[in-house]
C-alpha cells in the first residue's frame, strides 16, 4: 500500500464493499465463473529519481498474455523459439529472477508479463545460492560520503570490493513489462494448475485454444523523471490523481532526558545511538529488511530500554544526553539522516522556535552531537559472537577526531569485555565506511562516530534489499513471542547489552554492565519479523494496531499519502520504552503542542490505561531536495526520489478463445440481425397480405 | 478481446427484437408506450417471484420452486395486463385516433404486450452476462462449457420469441375464451422454463426449447389469421393489395413468426 | 418504407375518416367551449398579414398551407383553459403527424385536408359527450415520447460515463453541503448522517428558492439573470473541463491544454449562445440534455452513498410541496411570472418543441407580452412568432427553427401538424390564448426551475400544438436515480429503474390530463425508482444472478 493513490483506493474500494453488501446481495455473477483473481497486491511499481525512472509498468488497460510457467531453462528456449501464441506472461520462481533473464524476457518481444510465483516448498538457502539482491553492488554509493567528486580516493573502494556483492541493480532497472511476486499459494496453485490443464505443451508441441491467460494490471502514472513528474503534478489544476509523490515518512526518535529551550545544551554532550528504519524490495507492499533493518531497530530498542531503567543516574552524574533515533527512507539516498542534518544546519532541529510555547524543547544542531553509534545489519555474523566495526578514514585523518573515535572503540571493547558475549572486531582503518546514515553527518561535519556491522567486507546477507530478507535468512525461529529457544534473539540481546553498557560508560564515565530484557528484545523480534498483530503491537499500538496485518512489518518508506502504521506503532513502542508512566487520566494525557519537550501518550490497552512521558517524537523525512526552491535535480546532493502514484494492481487468470470462434459468434450475430430485419420488415410491410385475410377477432 | 462475444451474443439474442421494435414499434408513440408498460408488468411478475422466492428460505437452493412460481406469476401479470388493456380501451381508442388498428386489430396489442415481456425477460435473463463478456476471458476455466454464451444467448433469444408467440396466442385465447389455447401458453411456458432447468445438456434443452418456439410461432401466425395461402399471396405481392386495403382497414400488424 | 408509407397513408386517411366522427365531435365541442370561455370569435378575424415576420420562408410556409379553413381554426381555438392539459386538434393532428412517422411534413397537406373533411362532417350533435380526459391521453401518447427520448439519452449519457470513467465511482471528497461522510461502519450512524445531509441539502435548496423568488418579486432581474449566467458558465466550463479531463483520463488519451480550450471554448460559448440568446432547438436540447448529464455526475460522484438516495426522496417530497401547495415557492414563481407575462427562465426547462431562449423584459407592447406570457407557458415560440411582429429582434430564429424541426424526424411531427391550420388564426389565435393564459395563470402555475442548478420541477404543462415542458431538475435526477444504480455495476438494476422511472413519468403526464394542473415530476416516478432499485438489488437480483448463472429461464 505504498501509494498515495493506492491508499485512498484501498479504503474506497472497503466502503464499496462494505455498502456493496448491503445494496447488493453477493450474487453469483457469470464473471466469476470467467476470471479469477489472482494476488496481485506486490506489483513492482515505478519511482523516479531526478534523471532517470525505474521500475515497471504495465499498459493503461492492463497487459495480457499467455500464461506460460517456466520450470527448467529450456523452457524459456521453447517460448522465444517455438512458441505460436505471443504474447506470452512467463511465471517463474526466484530461481530464475536474474537479470539476464528479465533482458532476454525484453529483448525477445514476446513477453508481456512476468510472475514470480515463490512455491512454500522453495527455499532459497538450498535452491537460491547465487543469493539474490535487487541492490546495486555499492548501495547509496552515490549520495553516500565516497561520490567521485568528493572523496575520489574512496570513491573507487567499493567498485573495487562491492559491499554487496549479489547485488543485480535490478531494482533500479526500467522494464518493460509488469512484474509481480505471488507469494499466497491459492495462487500460486492457480496458476500452476490452469497452466497444466490448458497451457502446457505436449511434447513440445503447442496446444490449442483456449489457452490460460493472465492479465496483469499495474499502470503507473508517473514518468521520465521526479523533476518532469514534479513539474507535471503542478500543472493540473483540477487534477486529482498524482502523477508522483516524493518519498516520505517519518523519523523516530526520543532523548533520555527531555530538552528544555530554556536551558542550554552543551556542545557535544549528545551522543546519538541510529539506525534505519526502513528497508526496500522491488514489489509493493513487502519490505521485510529483517537484516537489513529490523536487526538495528530491535537492537536499538532493547538498548534503549535497557539505558531508560538507568535514567536517573546517568542525569545525575552528567551532562550528556542520549539521542536514539530512527531513520527513514535510508535506503533511498539516506533521506531521513540528510533531513536531520539539514534540519539542524537551518537550526530547526526538531522544529523552528516557536515565540508562545512554554517549555518548549530546544534545538540541537550539529555542533551538539558528541558521539554518534550506528547499528546497521547486525543479525547475520559468520561467527555468532563477533561484530564488526567500522571507522571513517577521512574525518579520523584529524588527529583530535581520532583520539576521539579510539575512545569511544576503546569504550566499546570495554562493554564487549564486561558483558562477554560479543565481541567487537575493528575494521581495517583505510577501508571506508559501508552504506550507513552517519555519511550524511561526515557529509556535513566532523564527528567521531561508528557503524557496528555484521560484516567485514562484503555484506553476509546475501538477500540484502529483497524480499527474501525475511526471518528464514536470519534464522529467527521463535514461532510466539515468549519462545525461548530460539537464538537469534539472544545474539541480538546481546549487541544490545553490549552497546547500552557502552553508551552508560560514555554517559557516565563510569563502567557498569548492563544486560537488556531478552523477553523483551524477542517480543519486539516477533512483532517486527513475523507478526505485526503481537501483543506488543496491541497494548502499544492503539488505534493503529487495528490496521495492520498478521505479517512482517512492512519497512517500505512509502509516501505522504501512504500507510504509515508501522512507523506509529514504532514510534508508541518507544515512547512505551523511553517513558514515565504519570499519573494522568486518558483526558488529561495529551500535548498542549507538539513543540513541548515532553509528550504524553495514553496506552489504553497497557495496564488497563497508562499514560506515559516521553520525550518521543517523529519528525519528517522528506528529502530537503523537495524543500530547497531551484533545487538542481541533477545535483547529486540530496535524494530525489519519488514514487509514482497508481490507481491499482491486479492480476486476473482466466481463459482466452480462439480469435476465429470470435468471429464466428460476431457473424453468427450479424446474420441473426440482417436475417430478422429481412423478415420483420417483409411481415410489417406485408402484413395486410399475411394476416389481413382474416376476420377480425371478436372484440370482448 | 471477447467484446466480439459481447457483440456477437448480444445481436443473436436481441437482433430479431431490435428489428421487431425498430421496425414496428418505435414508428408509434403508443406502442411504444404500451411496450413500456408490459415490460413494466413482467417486472412487477419477477419482482413477486423473487419476494416469494426471498421469503421462502427454506426452498432457495430450489431453483425449480421459484421457476414454476414465476413462471405463474408471469402469466397472471399477462392476465392482469391484458385486464388493464380491456379497461383502458376506450381510452385507447382515443388516444390512437387516426391510427386505428392498435384497436381494432387486437392482435398488434398482444403483439405488442408480447414484445414487451419479451425484451424485458430478454434483458434480465442475459444482460449481466452480456456485460460479464466485454473482458478479455471467456468461459471454461472452471469447467463450464465452452459454449455457455452462444447456449445463453440462443435461449433467450428463444424466449424472447416465445413471448411473442405467447402474449398473442394468450391475448386470442381470451378474447375468443378459447382455454384451450390459454392452457397451451400456460404449459407451453411451463415446460420450456423447466427444460432450462436441465442445462447445461444443450443438446436437450435447447432443441425442445426452439421446437416449443417454432410450435408456438406457428400457431400465433394461424391464430392472427396467417394461412399458406396468405403467405403465398404474400409472396405474390401487389395485385390484391387494394382489395385488401378496403377489406381490413389498417390492418398492417406485423406478428412475428420468424 | 416507400411503399408502405404510401399505403399506410391511404389506409389512415381512410381511418381517419372512419374515426373522424368522434375526435371532429371533440374538437368542435372545446373549440364551442374556448370561444364562450375565452374571447369572442369577432376578434379572431385579425388579417393574417399582421403576422408578417421578417422570415420569407415562415410567410411562404404559411401560404403554402393556405387553406385557412375553419376546421383548423378550431384546431387551436378550441383549447380549453385548462391550460396545463392542453389537448384538441392540433394535437390530435399531432398525434397524426407521430403515427405517420418519417413522412414528417410531406403528408402534412393530405392530413390537413383530411382534418378538414372530416370537420366538416361532424354533426353538431355528436358533440357533447366528449370526454376531454380522454383527448389528453391521446395527446399525451406522443409527447409522453416526446419526454422519452430526451430522458433515455441524459441517462444514457450518465450511465455510459459512470460504468466506463472510474472517476465518478470513487469516493472521497464530497460536497460542502454534505458535511456527514458516512464514515461509521454502523448502518444506523450512516443512516443518520444521510439523513442530516439530505435536510442540509434541502435547506439550500430551500433557501436558493425563496432567494430567488424574493429577488424576483422585487424585479432584480439582473441579479437573477447574472446568477443564472453565472451558474450557466459554472456548468459549462468548469464541469465540462472535469468531465472532459475524466473522460480523457478514463481512456488514457492524451490531449495537449490548447485544444481542450479550444474545445471548451466554442463548446461553452455555443452554449450559452444557443441556450441565452437563440440557437437551433436540438442543439438547444441537445445542450440541456448534456448539461443535466454534467450535473447528475456531479451528484453521484460528490455525494455519499446513503445521502444520495436521502436526497432523491426528499427532494421529490419537496418537490410535491413546492409545485401543489398554495404557497409553494414554485408556484408563487411562477404565477408572479403570469402575472407579468414574463418567461421562466430558459436555461432551466427542456420542452420538446421549443426552447424560447429570451428572459422577455415586461414590454408595455400588449400583444408582445402577452406573447411573452405564451412563451413562459408553452414554450413554443410558435404562437409567438404570429403574434410578434412587434417584437422583430426575438423573432427571427423562429422560423427557420421551426422549418427546421418540421424536417427533422420526430419532433417534427406536432409541428407539421401545425403548420399547416395554424396560420389562418394567428390572430384569434393569440388572442384567445391570451385569454387563456390569463385564466391559466390563476389555475395553474407551472413548475419551474430555480437557477441553481439542480432544481427540479416538474412543468410538464403541455399545449396542443406545443411540447411538453419538463424542468432540468427532473432530467438531474432521473439519471441521477439511475446512474446511481448502474455504479453498482449490475445492469439489471439499472434496467428495472429505468422502466420505472419511464413508467413513472407516463402516469405522471396521465395525471397531468386528469387533473389539468401543473404537477411535479419527481415524486411518481422517483417513489417508482426508489422502489424499484431497493427492491430489485435486494430481492431481484439474488434470483436472477442464480437464473443467469445456471441459465435457467422463466
Same mark, same amino acid.
Given at each position: ?415 564487549? +569485555? %564486561? @558483558?562477554? =558475549? ?9 577501508? &571506508?565506511? /559501508?552504506?550507513?546514515?552517519?555519511? *550524511? ?93 503481537? +501483543? %506488543? @503491537?496491541? =497494548? ?9 496485518? &498478521?505479517? /512482517?512489518?512492512?519497512?517500505?518508506? *512509502? ?116 436475417? *430478422? ?24 | ?258 | ?554
Amino acid at each position: 500500500m505504498a501509494s498515495k493513490v493506492t491508499g485512498r483506493q484501498a479504503t474506497l474500494l472497503r466502503v464499496l464493499v462494505l455498502s456493496g453488501t448491503f445494496f447488493l446481495a453477493a450474487g453469483e455473477r457469470v464473471k466469476n465463473k470467467i476470471y479469477d483473481e489472482i494476488q496481485g497486491d506486490m506489483a513492482c511499481f515505478k519511482r523516479f529519481n531526478g534523471t532517470h525512472e525505474i521500475g515497471c509498468t504495465s499498459k493503461f488497460f492492463g497487459n495480457t498474455g499467455v500464461l506460460h510457467v517456466i520450470e527448467e531453462k529450456a523452457d524459456f528456449d521453447w517460448v522465444y523459439e517455438h512458441g505460436p501464441h505471443q504474447p506470452y506472461v512467463l511465471a517463474f520462481t526466484p530461481l530464475f529472477l536474474t537479470e539476464a533473464v528479465l533482458e532476454r524476457a525484453t529483448d525477445s518481444g514476446k513477453v508481456s508479463g512476468v510472475v514470480v510465483v515463490v512455491p512454500e516448498d522453495f527455499d532459497p538457502e538450498t535452491q537460491l545460492l547465487d543469493g539474490f539482491s535487487g541492490e546495486t553492488e555499492c548501495p547509496d554509493a552515490y549520495l553516500g560520503l565516497y561520490n567521485a567528486s568528493s572523496n575520489p580516493d574512496y570513491a573507487g573502494y567499493c567498485r573495487k570490493k562491492p559491499w554487496n556483492p549479489n547485488g543485480t541493480s535490478m531494482l533500479y532497472t526500467s522494464w518493460e513489462f509488469p512484474i509481480f511476486l505471488i507469494t499466497n499459494q491459492t495462487s500460486v496453485n492457480n496458476i500452476q494448475n490452469c497452466f497444466e490443464k490448458f497451457n502446457k505443451p505436449v511434447n513440445g508441441m503447442p496446444r490449442d485454444w483456449p489457452l490460460c491467460s493472465l492479465e496483469l494490471k499495474s499502470n503507473m502514472y508517473g514518468t521520465t523523471n521526479s523533476e518532469v513528474c514534479m513539474r507535471r503534478a503542478s500543472i493540473g489544476p483540477l487534477s486529482t490523481d498524482n502523477f508522483c509523490d516524493p518519498l516520505y515518512d517519518y523519523n523516530i526518535w526520543g532523548t533520555l532526558k527531555p530538552m528544555n529551550m530554556s536551558e542550554e545544551i552543551p556542545e557535544k554532550s549528545v551522543i546519538i545511538v541510529a539506525a534505519r528504519m526502513d528497508a526496500a524490495t522491488m514489489f509493493d507492499n513487502i519490505s521485510p529488511g529483517a537484516n537489513s533493518a529490523v536487526s538495528g531497530i530491535i537492537t536499538l530498542m532493547s538498548a534503549a530500554a535497557a539505558i531508560f531503567k538507568h535514567k536517573e543516574e546517568i542525569i545525575n552524574v552528567s551532562n550528556k544526553n542520549i539521542l536514539f533515533i530512527l531513520f527513514q527512507g535510508e535506503t533511498w539516498g539516506y533521506i531521513g539522516s540528510s533531513r536531520v542534518v539539514w534540519d539542524m544546519e537551518q537550526g530547526q532541529f526538531p522544529y523552528k522556535v516557536k515565540d508562545d510555547v512554554k517549555d518548549q524543547i530546544a534545538q540541537i544542531n550539529l555542533t551538539h552531537i558528541d558521539y554518534f553509534i550506528e547499528l546497521e545489519q547486525v543479525g547475520q555474523p559468520e561467527d555468532i559472537n563477533k561484530l564488526y566495526i567500522h571507522t571513517d578514514p577521512i574525518s579520523n585523518a584529524n588527529p583530535e577526531l581520532k583520539n576521539e573515535t579510539d575512545n569511544l572503540l576503546n569504550i566499546l571493547d570495554e562493554a564487549s +569485555n %564486561l @558483558v562477554n =558475549e560479543t565481541k567487537f572486531v575493528r575494521v581495517r582503518k583505510d577501508v &571506508p565506511l /559501508p552504506p550507513s546514515s552517519i555519511q *550524511s553527518f561526515l557529509k556535513h561535519v566532523n564527528i567521531s562516530g561508528v557503524v557496528i556491522t555484521d560484516h567485514e567486507g562484503e555484506f553476509k546477507n546475501p538477500y540484502y534489499e529483497s524480499f527474501l530478507d525475511n526471518y528464514r535468512n536470519v534464522k529467527y525461529e521463535a514461532d510466539n513471542e515468549t519462545s525461548d529457544a530460539d537464538l537469534y534473539h539472544k545474539h541480538i540481546n546481546n549487541v544490545a547489552s553490549v552497546l547500552a553498557t557502552a553508551i552508560y560508560k560514555l554517559a557516565t564515565n563510569t563502567h557498569k554492565k548492563i544486560t537488556a530484557d531478552p523477553e523483551l528484545t524477542n517480543e519486539l523480534l516477533f512483532c517486527y519479523m513475523k507478526n505485526m498483530t503481537c +501483543n %506488543l @503491537v496491541q =497494548e502499544y499500538g492503539g488505534e493503529m494496531a487495528k490496521h495492520l496485518e &498478521p505479517k /512482517p512489518a512492512k519497512l517500505y518508506v *512509502s509516501v505522504e499519502s501512504g500507510e504509515r502504521y508501522r512507523s506509529y506503532v514504532t514510534m508508541y513502542l518507544m515512547a512505551g520504552l523511553l517513558g514515565d508512566e504519570v499519573e494522568r487520566n486518558q483526558s488529561d494525557c495529551k500535548i498542549e503542542s507538539i513543540y513541548n519537550m515532553n509528550h504524553f501518550y495514553y496506552f489504553s490497552h497497557l495496564h488497563n490505561g497508562t499514560c506515559v512521558q516521553t520525550t518521543v517524537r517523529m519528525t519528517e523525512a522528506m528529502s530537503p531536495a523537495f524543500l530547497i526552491d531551484d533545487y538542481d535535480w541533477k545535483s547529486g546532493e540530496y535524494s530525489t526520489w519519488t514514487e509514482s502514484g497508481w490507481k491499482l494492481t491486479k492480476v486476473m487468470i482466466f481463459l482466452r478463445p480462439s480469435v476465429l470462434e470470435e468471429v464466428a459468434v460476431v457473424c453468427g450475430g450479424v446474420v441473426s440481425l440482417v436475417l *430478422s430485419v429481412i423478415v420483420v420488415h417483409f411481415m410489417n410491410s406485408r402484413a395486410d397480405l399475411l394476416f389481413g385475410l382474416s376476420t377480425p377477432p371478436a372484440a370482448c | 478481446m471477447t467484446v466480439a462475444e459481447f457483440f456477437g451474443c448480444g445481436l443473436i439474442a436481441f437482433g430479431p427484437s431490435l428489428a421487431m421494435f425498430g421496425l414496428t414499434i418505435a414508428t408509434d408513440p403508443i406502442r411504444t408506450i404500451m411496450l413500456v408498460a408490459s415490460a413494466f408488468f413482467w417486472l412487477l411478475a419477477l419482482l413477486f417471484s423473487s419476494i416469494l422466492y426471498t421469503a421462502v428460505v427454506q426452498l432457495q437452493d430450489y431453483l425449480a420452486f421459484g421457476v414454476v412460481f414465476s413462471v405463474l406469476f408471469q402469466e397472471l401479470f399477462r392476465f392482469l395486463w391484458f385486464l388493464l388493456i380491456q379497461k383502458a380501451e376506450g381510452g385507447l381508442k382515443k388516444v390512437s385516433d387516426g391510427n386505428m388498428q392498435i384497436v381494432e386489430n387486437k392482435h398488434i396489442l398482444a403483439y405488442v404486450s408480447g414484445l414487451g415481456f419479451g425484451m424485458i425477460s430478454g434483458a434480465f435473463s442475459l444482460v449481466n452476462v452480456l456485460a460479464d463478456m466485454t473482458g478479455p476471458g471467456t468461459i471454461g476455466m472452471k469447467g463450464d462449457p465452452k459454449n455457455f454464451f452462444i447456449a445463453s444467448a440462443v435461449t433467450s433469444l428463444a424466449f424472447i420469441l416465445l413471448h411473442v408467440f405467447w402474449g398473442i396466442l394468450f391475448f386470442n385465447a381470451l378474447h375468443r375464451r378459447a382455454y384451450l389455447q390459454l392452457a397451451y401458453v400456460i404449459l407451453c411456458h411451463m415446460l420450456a422454463s423447466c427444460i432450462t432447468l436441465m442445462n447445461p445438456i444443450y443438446s436437450v434443452t435447447i432443441p425442445t426449447i426452439w421446437i416449443l418456439t417454432i410450435l408456438s410461432g406457428v400457431l400465433a401466425f394461424i391464430v392472427a389469421g396467417g394461412s399458406h395461402r396468405t403467405i403465398q399471396s404474400a409472396f405474390r405481392g401487389r395485385p390484391q393489395v387494394l382489395q385488401v386495403n378496403a377489406d381490413a382497414t389498417g390492418n398492417f400488424t406485423q406478428v412475428g413468426g420468424m | 418504407m416507400d411503399g408502405h408509407v404510401n399505403i399506410d397513408r391511404d389506409e389512415k386517411t381512410l381511418s381517419v375518416e372512419e374515426s373522424g366522427s368522434r375526435s371532429g365531435k371533440k374538437r368542435r365541442r372545446s373549440q364551442n367551449q374556448d370561444v364562450s370561455a375565452s374571447q369572442p370569435p369577432t376578434q379572431s378575424s385579425r388579417p393574417e398579414g399582421e403576422s408578417a415576420r421578417p422570415d420569407a420562408l415562415d410567410t411562404e410556409s404559411a401560404y403554402n398551407n393556405s387553406q385557412t379553413r375553419d376546421p383548423a381554426t378550431q384546431g387551436v381555438v378550441r383549447r380549453h383553459p385548462r391550460g396545463g392539459g392542453g389537448g384538441g386538434g392540433g394535437g390530435d393532428a399531432g398525434a397524426r403527424g407521430e403515427s405517420e412517422g418519417r413522412d414528417g411534413h410531406v403528408s402534412a397537406s393530405t392530413r390537413g385536408n383530411v382534418q378538414d373533411a372530416r370537420r366538416m362532417m361532424q354533426p353538431q350533435s355528436e358533440w357533447e359527450e366528449l370526454e376531454e380526459e380522454e383527448e389528453e391521453l391521446k395527446y399525451g401518447a406522443q409527447h409522453v415520447i416526446k419526454l422519452f427520448i430526451p430522458v433515455s439519452l441524459c441517462m444514457l449519457v450518465v450511465v455510459a460515463t459512470v460504468s466506463s470513467v472510474r472517476f465518478y465511482t470513487q469516493k472521497g471528497i464530497y460536497l460542502l453541503y454534505t458535511p456527514f461522510h458516512e464514515t461509521s461502519p454502523s448502518f444506523g450512524d450512516r443512516f443518520f448522517d444521510a439523513v442530516r445531509n439530505s435536510l442540509i441539502l434541502l435547506g439550500v435548496v430551500v433557501v436558493l428558492t425563496v432567494l430567488l423568488i424574493i429577488l424576483y418579486k422585487k424585479r432584480c432581474y439582473k441579479i437573477i439573470h447574472g446568477w443564472l449566467l453565472m451558474s450557466s458558465l459554472l456548468l459549462l466550463f468548469f464541469f465540462t473541463i472535469m468531465y472532459m479531463q475524466e473522460l480523457l483520463r478514463g481512456y488514457n488519451i492524451g490531449m495537449d491544454w490548447i485544444t481542450v480550450s479550444i474545445c471548451v471554448w466554442n463548446f461553452g460559448v455555443m452554449r450559452m449562445v444557443s441556450i441565452h440568446w437563440h440557437g437551433p432547438l436540438p442543439l438547444q436540447q441537445a445542450y440541456l440534455i448534456f448539461i443535466a448529464s454534467l450535473m447528475s455526475l456531479m451528484f453521484i460522484k460528490y455525494l455519499p452513498e446513503y445521502t444520495l438516495w436521502m436526497v432523491l426522496a426528499v427532494i421529490s417530497l419537496w418537490d410535491l410541496v413546492a409545485v401543489l401547495c398554495p404557497k409553494g415557492p414554485l408556484r408563487i414563481l411562477v404565477e408572479t411570472a403570469q402575472e407579468r407575462n414574463e418567461p421562466i427562465f430558459p436555461a432551466l426547462i427542456y420542452s420538446s418543441n421549443f426552447m424560447y431562449s429570451t428572459l422577455g423584459m415586461a414590454n408595455p407592447d400588449d400583444d408582445s407580452r402577452s406573447q411573452g406570457r405564451e412563451m413562459a407557458q408553452e414554450g413554443t415560440s410558435n404562437s409567438g412568432s404570429a403574434a410578434s411582429g412587434a417584437e422583430g429582434t426575438q423573432r427571427p430564429r423562429d422560423n427557420p427553427q421551426r422549418r427546421r424541426n418540421a424536417e427533422n424526424g420526430h419532433v417534427v411531427a406536432d409541428d407539421a401538424g401545425f403548420t399547416d391550420d395554424w396560420r389562418g388564426q394567428l390572430d384569434k389565435r393569440t388572442r384567445q390564448r391570451r385569454e387563456q393564459v390569463n385564466n391559466f395563470a390563476q389555475q395553474n402555475p407551472s413548475n419551474v426551475d430555480y437557477p441553481q442548478a439542480h432544481p427540479r420541477d416538474l412543468t410538464a404543462e403541455e399545449d396542443d400544438e406545443r411540447g411538453v415542458k419538463l424542468g432540468l431538475g427532473d432530467f438531474i435526477f432521473y439519471s441521477v436515480l439511475v446512474g446511481k444504480a448502474s455504479s453498482y455495476g449490475d445492469w439489471n438494476t439499472t434496467l428495472a429503474c429505468f422502466i420505472a422511472i419511464l413508467i413513472g413519468l407516463c402516469l405522471t403526464l396521465i395525471m397531468l390530463a386528469i387533473f389539468k394542473k401543473a404537477l411535479p415530476a419527481l415524486p411518481i416516478s422517483i417513489t417508482f425508482g426508489l422502489i424499484f432499485y431497493f427492491s430489485t438489488s435486494l430481492l431481484v437480483v439474488p434470483f436472477t444472478e442464480k437464473l443467469a448463472s445456471q441459465q435457467v429461464y422463466i
